[in-house]
């Protein structure tokens, strides 16, 4: 779920290269390349891959159809075509009688030209004029009959022929039938696969990028009892409550929960020295949030939330510093439906050398991890942190907390940056800002 993988990605990034991360998320998050813009304007949607998938479904439904009813009907055809008493059949073979009989007419017919000439050869000598001319008064006659025969003979063969096109020019015809209904059924199917594969493709890349995740200002994660002062070598005990304040059932909610710090100087990451741990009704035992995200929330019905206890344990050579923690929270549906909160809520909070005595402490209040100011598209960064890129190795900051200066130097302004970044690429697809 790239979701959740970027702004884990994000986050890191943004502890690791500050500067830069500073730099270029201001930019990043107030403006869109125009390319980038018509890529996702001409997009299909998943509900348009699914209607796509749906209606090939469909066709290849109504092809299979077609394709069994054309072998079916050529079937029939060609069970037809091999019978004497079909029309095409019943010409043919008349046809093909009428030629056996005109090549026996003209062999007949040849065999009483060779016999005149036989019998004109045959005359005697002193043959009388009577029978000279009786003699070749049968040969004229023979080859007349046998010419006659031999037309007859020709149009009966180019009849038979005709006729016997006729018959496989008609199963030509019914095997092309079944030809075309097995292509149509090809393109199909191939159109079937397409369309599901593009579907398929489209919510991998949902599930991986949340590109078609939309803001759910309903689905809230809120952190009570965690105070904005820490003691090194302690254990803090606070809760997160994950509400579905929606009308939808959620198949799974997840949550994000950072926590991220630096020394006094602002230069070095003390996170090493954190351990968050989580525990729920339905899991009780104590487990360790890993990569930032706690995957046992679980499902949610509709206007329900559940409560998750939590623990922070600072290590006694934890350095004394500033932190800040970062609550978030996203659902997924099986139908393929995501969201979740339009952007993540940040704690602050100071951490105390070990054996310190931090003194009345209030609960940390939620801030968003980003605010809006009048002009532009309303994109600055938490904490009136400058969107300047940082000059001389210096970070400029105004307005902000003891904790987000520091927290800015070592990199935990552009954590704020970041995620406010991930955020905003994360719902721009709905049209919103986050």
């Not at 997009?43 to 090939?56: G, H, R, S």
């Not at 510093?321 to 100071?350: H, L, Q, R, S, W």
Request: glycine residues 6%; aromatic residues 4%; charged residues 25%.
């Amino acid at each position: 779920m790239k979701i959740r993988r970027a702004l884990a990605t994000a986050v890191a990034a943004a502890v690791t290269a500050p500067a830069v991360l500073l730099s270029v998320t201001p930019a990043f998050a107030d403006t869109k390349p125009a390319a980038q813009t018509q890529e996702k304007q001409s997009k299909p949607t998943i509900k348009d891959l699914e209607k796509a998938a749906a209606a090939a479904q469909k066709a290849y439904e109504e092809a299979v159809k077609a394709r069994d009813e054309a072998q079916i009907t050529v079937r029939k055809a060609f069970e037809e075509l091999s019978k004497d008493s079909h029309p095409l059949v019943a010409a043919d073979n008349a046809a093909k009688q009428a030629a056996k009989d005109a090549a026996a007419a003209k062999v007949t017919a040849d065999q009483a030209v060779t016999a005149a000439k036989a019998a004109i050869e045959a005359l005697p000598a002193d043959a009388t004029e009577e029978q000279k001319t009786a003699a070749a008064t049968a040969l004229s006659e023979a080859e007349a009959s046998a010419t006659t025969a031999a037309t007859a003979k020709t149009a009966a063969d180019a009849k038979a022929v005709e006729t016997n096109d006729a018959v496989q020019d008609a199963r030509v015809a019914a095997a092309r039938a079944a030809s075309v209904a097995d292509k149509a059924l090809d393109d199909a199917l191939a159109a079937k696969v397409a369309a599901d594969a593009a579907l398929a493709k489209a919510k991998k890349e949902a599930e991986e990028e949340g590109e078609d995740c939309e803001p759910e200002n309903d689905l809230t994660a809120e952190v009570t009892g965690l105070p904005t002062e820490l003691v090194a070598g302690t254990t803090t005990a606070f809760s997160l409550r994950v509400t579905n304040g929606s009308d939808r059932h959620m198949d799974e909610v997840i949550t994000y929960v950072g926590v991220h710090a630096s020394d006094k100087s602002g230069l070095k990451d003390t996170g090493k020295f954190f351990r968050l741990q989580w525990s729920s009704e339905s899991s009780p035992k104590w487990k360790n949030v890993k990569d930032d995200y706690i995957d046992g929330v679980g499902p949610l019905k509709a206007r329900t939330g559940t409560d998750l206890k939590m623990r922070l344990t600072l290590d006694k050579a934890t350095p004394a510093g500033n932190g800040v923690a970062f609550i978030a929270a996203d659902f997924y549906n099986k139908d393929g439906a995501c969201g979740g909160t339009p952007g993540a809520d940040m704690y602050e909070f100071d951490v105390k050398a070990a054996g310190s005595k931090p003194g009345k402490t209030e609960d940390a209040k939620p801030k968003p991890a980003k605010t809006t100011k009048p002009g532009g598209n309303g994109h600055t960064p938490q904490g009136s942190a400058s969107a300047t890129p940082a000059a001389n190795g210096n970070l400029a900051a105004t307005g902000s907390s003891s904790a987000t200066t520091s927290i800015a130097l070592a990199g935990g302004a552009a954590v704020v940056l970041g995620a406010a970044a991930v955020f905003v690429v994360r719902r721009r697809k709905a049209g919103s800002d986050a």
